[in-house]
């Protein structure tokens, strides 16, 4: 504090005490960080270099402090100084440079690199704002800033010295070198600076600090006048954006594409960055010989969004290192891999070629030329079938011309993964099967996983305690070990202390609850936790219908029986999803009524807490008892929080959908609650044709609820408020098949519902979620791309 604050500890608030404490961690940081890029660099090992336009990182105080095994001692320092950890680390704002699962993912596999001692970088975006802050207004969401560095981030560090120029617009020249080939050169109309800021990743233990590296965009003072007045170029000038706001802000839509210039702009600006900083670091230990690039660079691409690093990289070898085309593309398709996160057609990213011209010309005729001689590829295999080539082609044809990124990432990268069991056979079955067949090696599965440093050491420290007495404290490093509680399951003082320890975590998540919302919940109540993005395929519609049913049985019938439980819920809405928002406002709505329903005697309560962040499912996860994980059968790519809550021990209502389905099977069916439609089932009901009203007529319980809210009973003032979402799910055809499983649903929820009135039944049941989580970890699915795809070898740090 003295040191790097010159603030007294006398007048030093909570912030400054975070600051301080800040800067003594970040010594420590910075010299493993030192340590392991000189190792790094006299091993000249192969690294893997993750590219995502999202990294939702959360604070990481705390994180680092557990992998520097400081956390004790930094607790016990400040309290000698009469100061709390806990609270100061309140004072740290949530790095949220991500929308949802996507962005996780990549903030815990940097966090197991750095733990497995791997050479990693993650390379991303310095957005200025992060995803909107969620404020609730008379029910409905507003979105505000968010302004993460407003008091600066005491953990980044500024790289001046490794800015990077990229190029933008302009047009293509064709010259002819003296032996006849063909030469390229761009002339682009604009200049922008990347300005590094790097983000040190601590592994467990403290030894490997990986980097991420993210950019900041930056006006250059270049301007090409010649392009300018070569003329037609005024129009397309209006339209550049100004160099700042290219890292000005995330995109807030996940799964879904706006298909807006910055956005494209943005991903080539951070890809291009990050490729010049991988050619200098290979070309510095090289030279100028090509020949190794791809034994020592391997780059990842989460999902399609840096996808425009393929023909960036082929441009930089063609035009630039003037290699010929041949081994360009053989040093490129052995560079990058490729992860789908989605089969949602919305979701698969596609760019208008008109668009691609005007931004990065030679981009797009790299990319016509990479289509030209695959298509030859393709009509030696399917001779004369234009069917096929029409629908493997990068470019689509039709009202206008559109470049496919996922056809041109499966093309260009010499692995395809998807995320969980089921989605990978689905990439192969629906979305890819040609390129399966031409590639029979190339689509693979990776299942995701979480860390559970922070997912369970960090989050949940009474748990993790009891945990390590039991079983021994490596279990953060070997999550396979918890299998070793097995044996607790029935041991009735054990079940007492992980109850326990449940309850204290509810009554800690209880006092919160009060803090945000004004709303007093029961810990003794079942705590039903949905917290993700607000979308249609992961139906919190079905979660609140089923909770205005039981909401009706009760007043139908005062004796009904049921364990009285809290529904939380945590969810942002894309800001342009009218019908996410619209399932807001009526959770918001419903829980207003039941709240102050007195004839209820508290057996129901719902609470919409604001804001869902990591730092709030992390007060979330130690404090659930049921994990809902709903989604419609084959639209869930695999999901990463049904991992997190099972691992914490709550039981999870789900459907057969992503890693659900692997998580049943490591926890055996008896200790979950699995219902509804299978992907088959879905299949059939949509080729037979789904009538929701056949539902909506054949169910009672059913009917009444949608017909509720075309009241008022939930909106006074404001009849029909709720309608659209009775619309959707009826003149809307339901595409989510809300109404088929609604029944199904509402007897697995029945089911647990007796389940918690078993006292030791449900200890034992949410015990052995916690034993069986092992497959979770993320060093298990870092382990997996490893060994299938990376072919990394570990570098010790000293
Ligand atoms: I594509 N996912 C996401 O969060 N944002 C996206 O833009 C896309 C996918 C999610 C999937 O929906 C989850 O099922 C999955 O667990 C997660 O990506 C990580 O793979």
Redesign the pocket.
């Known amino acids: 504090m003295h040191c790097s604050l010159g603030t007294d500890e006398n007048k030093a608030n909570n912030h400054a005490w975070y600051k301080a404490t800040c800067a003594s961690v970040q010594e420590h940081v910075l010299e493993q960080l030192r340590k392991t890029q000189k190792s790094h660099y006299f091993n000249d090992t192969r690294a893997v270099h993750y590219f995502s336009a ?1 990294f939702l990182m959360g604070r990481l105080m705390s994180n680092n402090l557990h992998n520097l095994g400081l956390f004790e001692k930094t607790k016990q320092a400040l309290l000698e100084l009469g100061v709390n950890l806990t609270d100061i680390m309140e004072e740290e704002p949530d790095m949220a440079l ?8 990549a903030a815990c596999f940097i966090d197991s690199l750095a733990t497995l001692d791997f050479p990693a970088v993650g390379y991303g975006l310095h957005y200025e704002h992060g995803l909107f802050r969620q404020d609730i207004k008379n029910g409905a969401q507003i979105e505000r800033p968010d302004s993460w560095r407003d008091y600066g981030n005491p953990w980044e560090i500024c790289r001046p010295e490794s800015i990077q120029e990229i190029s933008l617009y302009g047009y293509v020249e064709t010259k002819y070198k003296d032996n006849g080939q063909v030469q390229k050169e761009w002339h682009p109309g604009m200049i922008v600076k990347g300005l590094p800021w790097d983000i040190p990743v601590v592994g467990y233990g403290g030894k490997t600090v990986n980097v991420l590296r993210l950019w900041q965009s930056q006006a250059s003072n270049y301007f090409n006048w010649d392009v300018f007045n070569a003329g037609g170029y005024v129009d397309a000038q209006k339209e550049n954006v100004q160099a700042e706001t290219i890292s000005k802000v995330l995109y807030p ?4 594409e706006a298909g807006k210039q910055l956005r494209l702009i943005q991903q080539y600006f951070f890809s291009a960055c990050s490729l010049k900083d991988i050619i200098r670091r290979y070309k510095r230990a090289n030279g100028d010989d090509w020949k190794y690039f791809s034994e020592q660079v391997v780059i990842q691409l989460n ?3 840096p996808a425009i690093a393929i023909p960036e990289l082929m441009r930089i070898l063609i035009d630039r290192a003037e290699l010929d085309w041949d081994t360009a593309w053989d040093i490129s398709s052995k560079t990058f891999a490729y ?4 089969l ?1 057609p919305e ?2 990213e596609k760019w208008p070629a008109r668009m691609l011209e005007k931004i990065l010309p030679r981009h797009l005729e790299i990319i016509y030329e990479i289509n030209h001689r695959f298509m030859e590829k393709v009509e030696a295999i399917w001779p004369g079938d234009n069917q096929i080539k029409q629908k493997l082609s990068i470019i689509e044809e039709g009202h206008e011309k559109m470049v496919r990124m996922g056809n041109l990432s499966v093309i260009g990268a010499f692995a395809v993964n998807g ?2 069991e089921i ?1 990978s056979a689905l990439v192969k079955k629906n979305l890819f099967p040609e390129f399966d067949q031409m590639w029979p090696e190339k689509l693979t599965n990776v299942t ?1 996983g979480i860390t559970p440093r922070r997912w369970l050491k960090a989050c949940n420290p009474r748990l993790s305690a009891l945990i390590s007495e039991k079983i021994g404290d490596d279990w953060p490093l070997h999550l396979e070990n918890l299998a070793t509680l097995d044996k607790y399951a029935d041991n009735a003082k054990f079940q007492k202390q992980f109850m326990k320890i449940k309850h204290e975590n509810k009554v800690d998540l209880a006092k919160d609850v009060l803090a945000l919302t004004g709303i007093t919940i029961n810990p003794k109540a079942i705590f039903d936790v949905q917290i993700k ?1 607000l ?1 249609e395929y992961k139906r919190q519609h079905l979660n609140l219908l089923h909770i205005m049913a039981l909401y009706r049985r009760l007043l139908e019938n005062p004796n009904y029986e049921m364990q009285p439980r809290v529904f939380l819920f945590g969810a942002k809405a894309a800001p342009g999803y009218k019908l996410a928002k619209d399932i807001i406002y009526a959770i918001n709505q419903v829980a207003m009524r039941v709240n102050n329903d007195h004839r209820l005697k508290d057996k129901i309560k719902v609470v919409f807490l604001p804001n869902y962040r990591v730092s709030l499912a992390e007060k979330m996860i130690p404090a659930a008892d049921i994990s809902e994980q709903i ?1 419609t059968a084959g639209k ?6 049904n991992m997190k809550l099972s691992l914490n021990g709550a039981l999870t209502v789900g459907t057969l959908d ?2 659900n389905i692997e998580i049943a099977e490591e926890v055996g069916d008896e200790n979950i609650f699995i219902f509804g439609l299978t992907v088959d089932q879905v299949q059939q009901l949509n080729d037979q044709g789904y009538n929701p009203y056949d539902y909506y007529y054949k169910n009672k319980e059913i009917k009444a609820v949608l017909d509720w809210l075309d009241t008022d009973y939930f909106t006074p003032d404001k009849p029909g408020a709720l309608a659209s979402i009775k619309h959707s799910l009826l003149e809307g055809g339901d595409p989510y098949k809300v109404l088929a499983d609604f029944e199904s649903y509402s007897q697995a929820q029945l089911k647990a519902d007796k389940a918690y009135a078993d006292k030791s039944l449900w200890a034992k049941m949410a015990i052995l979620n916690t034993a069986r989580m092992g497959k979770f970890t993320s060093d298990r699915s870092i382990q997996d791309y490893v060994q299938k795809i990376w072919k990394l070898k570990p570098c010790a740090v000293e």
Request: proline share 0%; net charge negative.
């Open positions: 999202e991500g929308n949802g699962g996507l962005g996780r993912l839509n996940d799964e879904t999902d399609t969004h992860t789908n996160h989605t949602l979701a698969l995320v969980a989605h995701n993005r979308h989604s869930e790519a695999s999901g990463t929080g992503g890693a």
